[in-house]
DNA sequence: CGCCCGGTTGACTATGGTCAATACGTGTGG
DNA sequence: CCACACGTATTGACCATAGTCAACCGGGCG
């Protein structure tokens, strides 16, 4: 059974300084407050399937959750990948195009639609707060294009690892340089359908990069890297680029 | 020489109802015109390096752009695909992330950013539309998504073909079913960086399509599509999902 | 005319996919 | 306690798709 959450005050709230209330003050929080419902899904629950109806828009406050779409023969591709403080759902657009999964247990803190969209009008923070967060969504999307159409499965491997390493180190505050341990929210499988590679490639190029030595395993799901950096030189990016700075 | 385009009135703009402006009444309109400005390239041109300093935002009045990216080895992927009434830059940030190049004749519709910046703090309908237009970015991003991680070479051609073929639709507002006639404003190097192929096999996979009577060419840059649901059908997309109706 | 650019085609190869066997970890039930 | 089953992961053998390298085509232009 999931975790349930307790209705918790915003001011208390995880992503209360990184999601889509982040630059509210007291007034707008609670509007906010007011249209604001929590959900838990257990690991593996679907959030919404494509085509559904999506009754709420919402952050995600604990967890992890996955966006992906499928081909008419079963084939899929993860397009989004969701942690804590990001947003679920498109204002103005009642039915979700792709499948939403809780990865892990999830909690969200939803709103619901209608009022929510009407929030949006006349509280610019929260539309500004929209913007901003879509446009970063923007550009993980451009990076993880490349990374789909012109990375190697190493490359890929090394890349995904260094994205959710990032990603771990802004929500718990960690630096980022030497040795890191990174807990891999995903199994090989989601990381396969994140990649565009299937789960034996996964496999095998996480066993290279560990007969290499540039990672280490501790079980399945938590991996050590000794120095930073050299997995970072496994991704191909440019190491001066805007990319990697 | 590109051909230049005299200071227009935005009345008689052809994107006026399809860009960031879409929403403004007569006096929003009349602040922007305050900061506009359009600039010409010609095909080829570089508009912005990645890592430049972009001193303007704005929409493309006129032609196609591409916006890529540049693995350290050389490799490149288009990550975005730039057509008349589409947005440039990022407000918030002054330095271009991404390569941006004139694909055809190009003019733009150009703002200058610390007064665009300004007033989208201050006229809703601005900010509005551009939220809605990085929400549709976003969605033909995920699209592209699937294309790169999980579609074949055949199916990534018939797909660029049929978004192609849509996107003309809408601006020349042109039926889309039966026999249809596509232009290509893509080179087939161009079209292999937005799909992440090499141009040898995108030219085989043109080839193929025409043997099997999918499609006739009619120079290399015009496409004759006689049933535009077989070339759908090409491309491998659920029939009845979301995304193609 | 000859060059250049964009495009096509061919021969060969490499990367990653497929199919299948095996391993490992965890929870269930005898 | 062990046996077993299930889900997840690893590894191997083989194969298919798309990449590489190279030759050639054809139109436009100096």
Redesign the interface.
Known sequence: MAQSMSDTNCGECPIRHRAVCAKCDADELARLEEIKYYRNYEAGQPIAW??DDLAFLGSVVRGVAS?S?????G???M??LLLPSDFIG???RG?S??DVTAVSDVTLCCFRRRPFEQLL?NT?HV??R???M??D???A??????I????TAREKIASLLTIIARRESVIGMRALKGPIAIDLPLTREAMADY??LTLETVSRQISALKNDGVIFLEGKRRIQVPDFQELIAET????D???VA
């Not at 999307?141 to 490349?146: G, I, K, P, T």
């Not at 789909?148 to 990375?151: D, E, P, T, V």
């Not at 191909?236 to 190491?239: A, E, F, P, T």
Request: charged content about 30%.
């Open positions: 494509a085509g966006i779409q499928t081909l008419e023969d084939r899929t591709q397009v989004g498109r204002p103005g039915v195009l792709y009008l610019p539309a500004e929209l913007l901003d879509t446009l969504e923007l550009d999307a451009r990076e993880w294009m490349l789909l159409g012109r990375k990649l565009g191909g990016d440019d190491m680029g805007g990319m």
